[in-house]
């Protein structure tokens, strides 16, 4: 007889109800059978919001991505919904991606709203997340959906949340949402659709949207200087096919060559193994191409459209990869130099990143003058300080996972504009005589040498869960007195928002919000941080090392970062 936990059958057994179809409980009834360990897997949680919002791997139970799970999150927001706009006409907008079941999810999630008397807009095509952030303000929706898992593998899918304001959901109010979910039983779900309230959005939002795009993302540059770049793109199967081509044609990029195979939405995503622009493989094919062709820069967008990773010609001519934040100064530099160029910089503006991402980004925003914000992880933290800030203008901020957001007009990454704003930069610097790598070594010149490394490590499961848990308690509990021979002087415990000086041997509260996120610095101004996703079954160690020397500082920044990575036992 094969055991399962009782605990898990209980809840189990509430999808045995008629209220479930048939194929569900069969389904089910397979699973106690013949994979007791796949069942308490699906069933031994519920999934929660990360920094991302809800993402896991598509099937039964409540610790997947399914009809009812996706049913119950839409009908615990109608309720909250409601309840904060009572004499409003509420309207919300959805998205989806190139994924499996995306567009079939997305019209369960758009039944569920209209069942409850909310209008709802619902894209009749797949498009790029930041399309559908700007089509919550531009809608004058009270919140936005999109059907998407990013750049996980092709068994995840995920939804993600967006308020009125285009921004992700933060604290409290995704903790009150949650509460209004868990209130709820699977019965309550009303599924039936009122066709009358859903209306389909074909074009318009994106003309407006690739307008505001343009808007955002040109910089003067000449007809000249667009028509000697030459730029490779591709889609990795995902949505940007829809609108990034458009955009850059109608700014002016008429030499635009796009991956052909990777340019049909699949996904099963059948030529990477992932569809991460983080990944060097993800672009492989793009560089290839690049070589064939001599392309200048190569673009490539992960599956909805938020993230982007760009190759540009280093001083031998070789395409070389550029990781999230060196993208992220680069951009950073230009737009502050641009803004500073045409006057508009008078103390009123601000850039901002992320509390494990490179601290170069507050040099650059000292050196203008520019104010400079950090936040937790996820960019939803960036759309907040937009939001409690009205009185300073937004330039643009990113994070080092690859994302970047350019104005306000989007209220989350943006790997459209973002896209156009890379190719500003490499075809004004082409133009000038320059490249793109000859200008990101000018600004480590003038601010120092700064170099940042990812390690992250899957542990997928319940099990893979605890053992992460495990190693987050023992960082917490025994901290690192020297990391790589250098002393620790600081140590950030987000998860209790305390900063503790080790050379005053004082702790101090800390203005962010809890987070399990811990942060080491040393006295030779290395920075390590360990965090667990909220996305995924991974723990991430960020490390970002710095050198003032001129000579050898790649050996130099290389052999801290190989010392840091040995400490932590990880690869």
Not at 258 to 284: C, H, M, R, W
Request: proline share 4%; charged share 25%.
């Amino acid at each position: 007889m094969i055991y399962v936990d009782p605990k898990i059958l209980d809840r189990v057994n509430q999808w045995l109800t008629p209220f479930f179809d048939k194929k569900t409980q069969h389904d089910i009834k397979e699973m106690i059978a013949y994979d007791p360990e796949g069942l308490e897997d699906s069933f031994y949680k519920n999934l929660e919001f990360g920094t991302g919002g809800m993402r896991g791997i598509m099937g039964l139970g409540d610790n997947r991505i399914n009809k009812y799970t996706l049913g119950k999150n839409t009908q615990g927001l109608s309720n909250y919904l409601k309840k904060k706009f009572p004499h409003k006409e509420i309207k919300v907008a959805i998205a989806y991606d190139c994924r499996h079941n995306s567009k079939e999810f997305a019209k369960i999630v758009a039944d569920v709203f209209s069942a409850n008397g909310i209008k709802v807009f619902l894209f009749s095509e797949l498009r790029p997340t930041p399309e559908l952030s700007f089509a919550v303000k531009y809608l004058d929706c009270q919140a936005g959906i999109v059907l998407t898992a990013s750049h996980n593998p092709p068994e995840y899918n995920g939804y993600k949340v967006y308020w009125e304001d285009g921004g992700q959901l933060v604290p409290p109010q995704d903790g009150e949402i949650i509460a209004e979910i868990n209130s709820l039983n699977y019965e309550d779900i009303q599924f039936e659709a009122s066709e009358g309230l859903i209306q389909y959005i074909a074009t318009e939002v994106d003309e407006a949207f690739a307008k505001a795009s343009i808007e955002n993302g040109t910089f003067n540059t000449s007809k000249e200087a667009k028509d000697n770049l030459k730029i490779v793109f591709t889609s990795l199967h995902g949505t940007s096919i829809t609108i990034v081509p458009k955009v850059l044609e109608q700014a002016g990029y008429k030499n635009v060559l796009i991956v052909e195979k990777q340019a049909a939405p699949d996904g099963d995503f059948p030529t990477v193994k992932s569809p991460n622009p983080e990944e060097p493989a993800a672009l492989k094919m793009a560089l290839e191409l690049a070589e064939k062709e001599t392309a200048d820069i190569v673009i490539g967008t992960d599956p909805d459209c938020d993230r982007l990773g760009i190759a540009v010609r280093n001083d031998k001519n070789e395409m070389v990869l550029l990781n999230g934040n060196q993208t992220m100064v680069l951009m950073t530099h230009f737009l502050l130099e641009q803004w500073k160029k045409a006057g508009k910089l008078n103390g009123n503006q601000f850039v901002a990143s992320t509390i494990v991402s490179t601290p170069m980004v507050k040099k650059v925003a000292e050196h203008f003058n520019v104010k400079y914000m950090e936040g937790l992880t996820g960019f939803k933290w960036i759309a907040k300080m937009i939001k409690d800030h009205p009185q300073l203008k937004f330039i643009g901020g990113g994070e080092e996972s690859f994302g970047y957001l350019v104005g306000d007009f989007v209220r989350d990454k943006d790997a459209v504009t973002a896209t156009l704003l890379a190719c500003e930069i490499a075809a004004q610097k082409k133009h000038a005589g320059s490249s793109m790598f000859q200008y990101l070594n000018e600004i480590y010149n003038t601010y120092g040498n700064y170099r940042e490394h990812l390690i992250s490590i899957t542990k997928k499961g319940k099990k893979g869960a605890e053992e992460i848990s495990a190693i987050m308690k023992t960082l917490r509990e025994n901290p690192f007195k020297e990391i790589a021979g250098s002393k620790v002087i600081r140590m950030d415990d987000v998860s209790k928002s305390e900063t503790t000086d080790f050379i005053m041997q004082e702790t101090l509260s800390l203005n962010l919000p809890k987070s399990n996120v811990l942060l080491y610095y040393t006295e030779d101004g290395s920075k390590i941080a360990a965090r667990p996703s909220g996305t995924e079954p991974k723990i991430k160690f960020y490390i970002s090392v710095n050198t003032s020397e001129k000579d050898n500082f790649e050996e130099i920044l290389q052999k801290k970062i190989d010392a840091i990575a040995a400490q932590l036992n990880v690869s």
